[in-house]
């Protein structure tokens, strides 16, 4: 038993860490929910992200994290570059609650497979959060491990990645009766636009701040 007990606290020590990281509202999460709630290529999408960060733990704890830490400069590329990049999409939800219409669920003309995995590319890599999270905060926990151990820990992190956008991409369609009205995915669109547009701003600020205090 405590051999038994020695092999699963590891493994829930990196589902716990990458739980509490991954649940709070982000543009990722938001948009793996956009795509449940319209029932396009949720299981890419989710298999998609989940296979990310597994890819983003396993780099963090075999020590990336901390290279990555050494490069202040590339941090700062990192989010002048989600920046645009949100605030782009944030202006097209915009838009999208404005014209309603094509964001009904079912509606055609929805995107390509090819566009949905850019998109979650795009949400899951340029965001810098995901490395100072995952590739650096999971990966400090996850290198104190002992050594023989960090695969249980990294097997747990991708656990609760794995479960958390099955949950959000699939359990989206519970809430199909709300989304049925058009003015539900107005109101979606609009959300979803401001958040994008407020982290655009939180990272261009993040990203000058220091050019700011150097000067």
Known sequence: ??????????????????????????????????????????????????????????????????????????TMLLSLAGAGFLGCYGILAFRRSLTGGRALIGAAGGVTLGRAIAATAGFTFLNPHVYLDTVLLLGAVGAAQPAPLRPLFMAGGASASFLWFSALGFGARLLKPVFARPGAWRIMDAFVGGTMLALAGTLVVHAIKPWLIAH
Do not use: K, W
Not at 26 to 51: M, P, W
């Open 1 to 74: 038993m405590p051999a038994m007990a020695n092999l699963i606290s590891p493994f829930l020590t990196g589902f716990a860490a990458s739980a509490a990281l991954i649940a709070a509202i982000g543009a990722q999460n938001l948009f793996v929910l956009r795509q449940g709630l319209r029932y396009e290529h949720v299981s890419a999408i989710v298999l998609f992200c989940g296979c990310a960060d597994a890819l983003l733990i396993v780099a963090g704890v075999s020590g990336v994290g901390a290279f990555m830490a050494a490069i202040p400069h590339l």
